[in-house]
Nanobody, 124 residues
């Protein structure tokens, strides 16, 4: 079992930055691909970014490409999402997720474990 705890959310003005962290339990973090997803009010949960277990391959949604950066520290069992140039449309609950597979990381069904989320609100 893997437990995921997100932190770093908050209220920020448009154009600002935030860094989300996702701390995980267990000794197998380095074997999991990790992803960030978000859900805005009244909308479905959407893919944001993912990184393979080695950290070599990273994937981003078109809406955040060039503004967000996903990274991981396997020594600290933590994955990060650096968010820059935030826009009001980035407002959502952000979820961290862990996947045993290293493929199809843009699909929610690929993930085995999910955190409870952290709220990000971007004011205009």
């Amino acid at each position: 079992q893997v437990q995921l705890v997100e932190s770093g959310g908050g209220l920020v003005q448009a154009g600002g930055s935030l860094r989300l962290s996702c701390a995980t339990s267990g000794r197998t973090f380095s074997t999991y691909a990790m992803g960030w997803w978000r859900q805005a009010p009244g909308k479905e949960r959407d893919f944001v970014a993912a990184v393979t277990s080695s950290g070599v391959s990273r994937f981003y949604s078109d809406s955040v490409k060039g503004r967000f950066t996903i990274s991981r520290d396997n020594a600290k069992n933590t994955v990060y999402l650096q968010m820059s140039n935030l826009k009001p449309e980035d407002t959502a609950i952000y979820y961290c997720a862990a996947a045993r597979t290293q493929t199809y990381l843009l699909r929610g069904a690929s993930y085995n474990y999910w955190g409870l989320g952290t709220q990000v609100t971007v004011s205009s």
